[in-house]
């Protein structure tokens, strides 16, 4: 018996994290950020190597280290670079390790945040609006600086939620209970019927499941095969999988 299965026909309200979730890379941009100081690489190898980064990223965050730091974003950041770039792999440690430092302030100013995190999957706002037809209370839980909200309304899924949970604006981050605790006060909906779907485990799932909900985890390319939880490629499949649940009664 998996202790881990989601009810998925008993789910009556979704968390679901911003970045990698609702809101992901351009990677287009990206790579125009990287090529600007010297690091080549194709977008398509960019995307390939920012997922595989992830786990990467989620087992030094473990510990409990905030996924905000710089820490554990220039440890996601630097193995991200030296899958998708020769260039970047070849160098030094003194040099990989500057470049490292200047990609990080570079992705988060103000103009790179906002076109760094602008690409909405494919199909997904009509899967949002699906899920609040069936029903279903939608909440977004993100560790951010206080701008998810904007970035939302930017990308026009504003609309689609029933409230919005901002790690900086309520005190408390993912994996820690109670920003889980301040988003289930907003949905109004028991934590045994309410899923929540992220993209690193550590935080999102092992958060989730300390608060007493069910999860999920997004795996576009099979790097979490080891993961006891319920996965999907994306939103969008994960959301049809919920429905599917939901109109059969399974």
Not at 15 to 38: K, P, Q
Not at 141 to 147: A, L
Not at 178 to 200: N, Y
């Amino acid at each position: 018996m998996n202790v881990h299965a989601v009810p998925w026909a008993a789910i009556e309200a979704v968390f679901l994290d911003a970045g990698h979730t609702i809101l992901c890379w351009d990677y287009a941009f990206a790579s125009e950020l990287l090529g600007a100081r010297g690091i080549p690489c194709d977008p398509v190898r960019l995307e390939r190597a920012e997922a595989a980064a992830r786990p990467i990223w989620s087992r030094s965050l473990a510990g409990g280290a905030s996924s905000e730091g710089d820490d554990g974003r220039g440890a996601y950041v630097r193995s991200v670079l030296a899958a998708a770039s020769d260039d970047f792999a070849q160098r030094g440690d003194a040099e990989r390790a500057r470049l490292v430092r200047e990609v990080l302030l570079a992705m988060r100013t103000p103009e790179a945040q906002d076109r760094l995190w602008s690409r909405v999957p494919e199909g997904l706002p009509a899967m949002l609006a699906r899920l609040r037809a069936a029903g279903l209370r939608l909440v977004v839980v993100s560790n951010s600086d206080g701008t998810v909200a904007a970035k939302l309304a930017r990308a026009g899924l504003a609309e689609h939620f029933d409230a919005v949970v901002d790690s900086h604006l309520v005190g408390s981050e993912k994996p820690d209970a109670r920003i889980f605790e301040h988003a289930l006060d907003r949905s109004g909906v028991p934590r045994e019927r309410t899923l929540h779907v992220g993209d690193l485990y550590h935080v999102d799932v092992t958060g989730a499941r300390g608060a007493g909900l069910h999860a999920a985890l997004l795996d576009p390319f099979d790097d979490w095969g080891d993961a006891d939880c319920a996965r999907a490629t994306d939103a969008v499949s994960l959301a049809s999988r919920l429905l599917a649940a939901r109109e059969g009664g399974a």
